[in-house]
């Protein structure tokens, strides 16, 4: 990627997405940083050919960016997000990753005419593993559109909805979904201590076990359904627990009702 880059926020989010350029080739002299915390030195920046300004008045007045990645907090857009709006114009595509900001929104801070691609991305984007979902108003051009998806990849899959009302559904699953897992691990751990095993071996177990199923889902690509088909015996004890995790009260209503608690949540928010 050749393309310049104006990053707004560096915090964990905009952290990864920095170093998941970095690693696919992006030279540091095609980016630039706004990170308040750097007012105070208390940035890390992972290449010494980096630099981090405070303030955007402090980014070189010649400097045109390919794409500004908004990735500020969603209660910080507002006061962050029209100082950029000069850049905004036909060679120009604002990339925002923070959740509840509607492409509305974002086009009353930088301009009716500015091209916007609104993302929402999961936590292990961290470790470069995430899933991102993107929109993009009526102003993205296609290469503008193959860029983001390019940007975004450098941390995980990305995938695009047409319509930006179900961003709220995907909130549902991508968005708090790692929650969810992590809640799992916490159940089967203590479910495994109610079975008599000592708290430190339930955990290792119960980490292991949802770590190693997602990373075997994954590396074979095949349906989950079939990997849970593969493991369950004939009257054997996954199958014993499976009557009750698949049973009518069982994990399929309870996930679609926590789904579409968060989905709603997501709505309430961006109104």
């Known amino acids: 990627m050749d393309a310049a880059l ?37 940035i890390a920046l992972p290449h010494d050919d980096l630099d ?7 980014i070189e007045p010649d400097f045109r960016p390919d794409v500004v990645v908004l990735a500020v907090k969603p209660q910080m857009m507002a006061a962050a997000a029209p100082a950029y709006r000069r850049y905004a114009g036909p060679g120009t595509v604002f990339l925002s990753i923070a959740a509840g900001q509607t492409l509305a929104v974002l086009a009353g ?5 500015a091209a916007i691609v609104r993302t929402m991305p999961n936590t292990p984007a961290a470790i470069g ?39 709220d559904a995907v909130t549902g699953v991508s968005g708090s979904g790692p929650a969810y897992v992590f809640l799992m691990i916490e159940c ?17 177990l119960a980490r292991a076990t949802v ?20 493991v ?3 009257n054997g004890t996954t199958q014993a627990a499976l009557e009750v995790l698949m049973a009518d009260d069982g994990l399929q209503p309870l ?17």
């Open 52 to 58: 981090a300004v405070a303030d955007p008045s402090a």
């Open 211 to 230: 770590s190693g199923a997602g990373e075997l889902v994954r590396a074979t690509g095949k349906d989950a359904a079939i990997l849970r088909q593969n």
């Open 255 to 271: 996930m679609t009702r926590a789904v579409a608690a968060a989905t709603q949540r997501s709505r309430e928010l961006a109104e």
């Open 109 to 113: 801070h930088l301009g009716a005419e």
């Open 6 to 42: 104006l990053l707004v926020g560096c915090g964990k989010m905009g952290g990864a997405l920095l170093g998941g350029w970095l690693a696919q080739g992006v030279a540091p002299g095609r980016v630039r940083i706004v990170e308040p915390a750097a007012a105070a030195g208390d």
């Open 188 to 204: 089967l751990a203590a479910a495994g201590v109610e079975a008599g095993l000592d708290l430190d071996l339930a955990t290792r």
């Open 129 to 167: 593993r995430g899933i991102t979902v993107a929109c993009a108003n009526s102003h993205v051009g296609a290469d503008q559109r193959a860029l983001c998806e390019e940007l975004m990849a450098a941390v995980g899959e990305v995938g695009w909805v047409v319509d930006e009302a179900l961003l």
């Open 232 to 234: 369950t015996s004939p």
